[in-house]
């Protein structure tokens, strides 16, 4: 709350002399009828996006939810709207990592990165992108990613463009709707293999398979396991909770069919980065809640597990707004495409961060990027999920950025984070063999 009891909105406007971000603040009416007011008007604005995507795929911007006119020049809190609903406190001037610093930080570089994560940051940024937030969901699908700039390097570096697995082979599985595609990576030796479900990130919004590829060649490899990599439907066309369903059903397949992918029955994980770590979390969640077969791990990379962060959630929103590739605006873009309904924002199975209770759910490995705007998210889901009695390890690696995981053969990080998260996968594939 403000002093004077409104609650504010925020907009971030860059000082060019200082290289920081100013928050500028407006208050509003504050009593139950302008709050609903203020929900009722970001609804209608989700609900007028939902319908720009079915006519074109019109974009439609949100610069009004995010408005005001005082400048906050000192560190008193401020609030900050997230996808156009979640209000909660940030600090109000922060230092600008993505941009040139009065250190001299070079405007592709970001304050304390790690110098082999700087090669892929730069080698994205020399793809010149159009920013995704000034772009619709077809448009974005088509820029090259931070997978794409991983390849660069890879080539310039000469290395092997892929890390060679024994096999891989593609899939339809039965789906809610239709049926659901899934690539099955299988590693080198004699089967059955243990089986880690895996979802792809991307905001639930972009990005693919194939985006994803090098984290699930890694996987299977050092955790000696089948990936099998879901291509769960996304949002616009199938907003919250499409990827959920498709999620959830894969899962339950593979369980229930571990033989039909080289598997050994009853020794199936889940695991995801970003996007994919809400849906891998949320897949144990709604297993419990319906009494079905639980997987016997969960891998939550980076993940995404509020829709409407607030208090100690938006700490790293506002810290690393403006890094890359995941910043504070892209945020913004993928939940008003995925969040068609504000329900899905306070909706465990959207938000498994706002769960009531967390207990009964398979043990988890939480690795969070440090120039992460996610960060936040991560350490206060680990420490949820510790309290509820879930065995949990979180680490966080400093100098690396969201999508660092899958970069192991350029980034040293990376490597150690895959080696952690295959250490703890064969620990509970071991535990349930």
């Known amino acids: 709350m403000c002093p004077s009891g409104g609650v504010p909105g925020i907009e971030v406007a860059q000082s060019a002399a200082s290289g920081t971000i100013e928050f500028i603040v407006a208050e509003v009416d504050c009593d139950l009828t302008g709050l609903a007011e203020r929900r009722r008007r970001m609804s209608n604005v989700q609900n007028d996006r939902l319908m720009n995507v079915m006519s074109g795929w019109g974009r439609s911007s949100r610069r009004g939810l995010l408005t005001g006119a005082t400048r906050v020049a000192g560190g008193g809190a401020v609030a900050l709207a997230m996808g156009g609903i979640g209000l909660s406190r940030?600090?109000?001037?922060?230092?600008?990592?993505?941009?040139?610093?009065?250190?001299?930080?070079?405007?592709?570089?970001?304050?304390?990165?790690?110098?082999?994560?700087?090669?892929?940051?730069?080698?994205?940024?020399?793809?010149?992108?159009?920013?995704?937030?000034?772009?619709?969901?077809?448009?974005?699908?088509?820029?090259?990613?931070?997978?794409?700039a991983y390849q660069s390097v890879l080539s310039e570096e000469g290395k092997p463009a892929i890390e060679p697995v024994a096999n891989v082979s593609h899939t339809v599985i039965p789906g809610p709707v239709d049926g659901i595609v899934a690539r099955v990576y299988t590693p080198e030796g004699s089967g059955p293999f243990p089986v880690l479900v895996y979802f792809h990130g991307g905001g639930f919004v972009i990005a693919n398979l194939d985006t994803y590829d090098a984290s699930c060649r890694a996987l299977a490899n050092a955790a000696s396991c089948v990936v099998v990599s879901v291509a769960y439907r996304q949002a616009p066309e199938n907003p919250f909770p499409a990827a959920v369903d498709d999620a959830y059903a894969a899962t339950q397949y593979v369980i229930a069919n571990t033989a039909e992918f080289g598997g050994k029955a009853g020794v199936v994980a889940v695991g995801g980065e970003s996007a994919g770590g809400n849906l891998a979390t949320v897949v144990c969640l709604r297993a419990r809640d319906e009494g079905a077969a639980l997987p016997v791990h969960q891998l939550l990379v980076y993940p995404l597990v509020t829709l409407a962060p607030e208090g100690e959630a938006l700490e790293s929103v506002a810290q690393y707004g403006q890094a890359k590739p995941l910043n504070a605006d892209l945020l913004d873009w993928f939940g008003s495409f995925y969040a068609a309904d504000p329900s899905a924002l306070t909706n465990p199975y959207g938000s498994p961060l706002a769960a009531a209770d967390l207990s009964g759910i398979p043990p988890a490995t939480v690795i969070a990027a440090q120039i992460d705007p996610l960060q936040s998210q991560g350490s206060l889901y680990a420490d949820a999920l510790k309290a509820a009695g879930v065995d949990v390890t979180y680490t966080l690696y400093e100098g690396v950025t969201h999508e660092f995981f899958g970069l192991t053969m350029v980034v040293d990080k990376s490597r150690d984070a895959v080696q952690e998260a295959a250490d703890r996968l064969t620990a509970s594939f071991d535990a349930a063999s």
């Open 90 to 148: 940030a600090r109000g001037v922060l230092a600008q990592d993505a941009t040139p610093g009065a250190d001299g930080t070079p405007e592709t570089e970001m304050a304390g990165i790690d110098p082999q994560m700087q090669k892929i940051i730069s080698a994205l940024t020399s793809f010149d992108n159009p920013p995704i937030p000034e772009l619709n969901p077809f448009q974005a699908r088509q820029l090259p990613s931070f997978a794409n």
